[in-house]
């Protein structure tokens, strides 16, 4: 058990790690939050560009503190679903994000428990959302 709990703890710190950058400009990527559950039965990756799809977003509970209206205007969003899982300790986040001239690459992890790991019993949807701080084409791989 304290071993899924410190591995959590580190993908969360890792993961949640950005903020302003030395120069003073904001990081490419912040993630705003992640949890292992609340998330969709189903496995998706969805980008959020318009004002109309951000609407969703930016009324959630958890979010409203961490993004304002203007938003939309400068940056992207992702929100990533592991879907259903049948035990706690997995978890769904970002391994790394590279921006190119023409877009910004996102390569998503997913992680599971190891094998006879001590885990919660039970239905859990993990699930992660980020803010890309750019409005250039997003590949999620």
């Known amino acids: 058990m304290k071993k899924v ?3 959590f703890a580190v993908v ?19 993630v705003l939050t992640q949890k292992s559950s609340g998330g969709a039965q189903v496995k998706f990756f969805e980008i959020i560009s318009e004002p109309k799809e951000f609407t969703m977003i930016k009324n959630d509970p958890d979010l409203k503190d961490k993004i304002k209206a203007g938003d939309i205007t400068t940056s992207n969003f992702l929100i990533l679903s592991a879907g259903e899982k049948s035990s706690g300790g997995y978890s769904i ?18 992680t599971a428990p190891e094998a006879g790991a001590m885990v919660t019993m ?17 590949v999620i791989k």
């Open 12 to 30: 969360l710190a890792v993961s949640c790690g950005s903020t302003k950058s030395a120069d003073g400009k904001k990081p490419l990527y912040e």
């Open 122 to 138: 039970g239905f859990t949807t993990p699930y992660c959302v980020v803010r890309i701080n750019s409005k250039k084409d997003i």
């Open 5 to 7: 709990v410190l591995l």
């Open 93 to 110: 986040g970002i391994e790394s994000v590279e921006e190119t001239d023409k877009n910004i690459i996102v390569i998503v992890k997913e």
